[in-house]
């Protein structure tokens, strides 16, 4: 077998078993002149195991908080991102069991 082959066998698995890899969900904190709102982007294609849009999103948000710190990153946000803007920290991938899968989560660049 080539490397070629096997590269092209894992990407189909993955494709047609998101199952068994998760669901990628972006991450952010989108800036208004009242507040900071933590916004989760859902992918098109989800789960069917995810019944509950606010389990999830409580889920992904727990996991960027024990991932970087509250309030590093809360201020990073601040004097990096303009009213009306989002900042994006990253993606959380998550199995409907609540298994974090993977993640690239960390605070904006300054």
Do not use: K, N, Y
């Not at 904190?29 to 409580?58: L, N, Y």
């Not at 990253?90 to 605070?107: F, I, N, W």
């Amino acid at each position: 077998m080539s490397d070629h082959g096997d590269d092209d066998a894992t990407v189909t698995a993955d494709a047609e078993s998101p199952v068994a890899e998760g669901d990628t969900f972006g991450v952010g904190i989108h800036v208004t002149s009242e507040e900071f709102r933590f916004v989760v982007h859902v992918p098109s294609e989800i789960d069917s195991g995810w019944s509950d849009p606010d389990e999830f999103q409580r889920l992904i948000e727990q996991v960027t908080w024990d991932t970087l710190d509250q309030r590093a990153t809360l201020q990073a946000v601040a004097r990096t991102t303009a009213e009306e803007e989002t900042a994006t920290l990253g993606t959380v991938t998550m199995r409907p069991d609540g298994e974090v899968v993977e993640h690239s989560l960390a605070p904006p660049d300054e």
